[in-house]
């Protein structure tokens, strides 16, 4: 009986199983993520900075490495990008206003009115967030986009061309901020 009480009391001081986590921007991110039953290795991370204020830490987690955007699109699978709040507070139409600009840069001119509708509804799901906020986007493989805010699922985005335009934001060829672009695919010595 006494191995027995040992080996309990070993097994509750360990505490439960955590997964291993990268620091970025005062953030820990886990290492790796699993969507739709898929495991997806950590890709890159980097922080979110505007005037030189951190605003958020972000990680891209893919099925295989990706070192270029094309990559990334090309990969199939789901994919998540995670964003980790560290600003004390943003304010919901700061955020809209940086989705509008995103979308707005990185998407053809011709192509926004088909994206239109659905960029709204992404953008009515942002209320202000503060520090330790989490969004996380799922990019399904069936080619929809499933928006988690704060623990809560506010919805899913259908369309290929949706995922690629949201990603783009990051990743395309005017993205928000260049540093994080080359964090998230793995090209900054921290990822």
């Given at each position: 009986?006494?191995a027995?009480?040992n080996?309990l009391?070993?097994?509750?001081?360990?505490?439960?199983?955590?997964?291993?986590?990268?620091?970025?921007?005062?953030?820990?991110?886990?290492?790796?993520?699993?969507?739709?039953?898929?495991?997806?290795?950590?890709?890159?991370?980097?922080?979110?900075?505007?005037?030189?204020?951190?605003?958020?830490?972000?990680a891209?987690?893919?099925?295989?490495?990706?070192?270029?955007?094309?990559?990334?699109?090309?990969?199939?699978?789901?994919?998540?990008?995670l964003?980790?709040?560290?600003?004390?507070?943003?304010?919901?139409d700061?955020?809209?206003?940086?989705?509008?600009?995103?979308?707005?840069?990185?998407?053809?001119?011709?192509?926004?009115?088909?994206?239109?509708?659905?960029?709204?509804?992404?953008n009515?799901?942002?209320?202000?967030?503060?520090?330790g906020?989490?969004?996380?986007?799922?990019?399904?493989?069936?080619?929809?986009?499933?928006?988690?805010?704060?623990?809560q699922?506010?919805?899913?985005?259908?369309?290929?061309?949706?995922?690629?335009?949201?990603l783009?934001?990051?990743?395309?060829?005017?993205?928000?901020d260049?540093?994080?672009?080359?964090?998230?695919?793995?090209?900054?010595?921290?990822?």
């Amino acid at each position: 009986m006494p191995a027995i009480r040992n080996c309990l009391l070993a097994l509750l001081l360990l505490g439960p199983a955590v997964a291993p986590a990268v620091e970025v921007g005062g953030a820990n991110l886990p290492d790796s993520a699993t969507v739709e039953r898929t495991p997806l290795p950590l890709n890159g991370v980097g922080v979110r900075s505007k005037f030189f204020v951190k605003v958020y830490a972000a990680a891209l987690y893919l099925p295989a490495p990706a070192r270029e955007f094309d990559a990334v699109l090309a990969l199939r699978g789901p994919k998540r990008l995670l964003m980790h709040f560290v600003h004390d507070r943003v304010e919901r139409d700061k955020l809209v206003e940086a989705w509008r600009e995103g979308f707005a840069a990185n998407t053809a001119a011709a192509q926004l009115p088909a994206l239109q509708a659905r960029i709204d509804t992404f953008n009515g799901w942002f209320d202000t967030l503060v520090a330790g906020d989490e969004v996380v986007l799922d990019l399904l493989a069936d080619g929809s986009t499933r928006v988690t805010i704060r623990d809560q699922l506010r919805g899913t985005i259908p369309g290929v061309d949706f995922q690629r335009a949201l990603l783009a934001i990051w990743l395309g060829e005017h993205p928000a901020d260049a540093s994080l672009k080359r964090g998230l695919l793995g090209q900054d010595k921290r990822s």
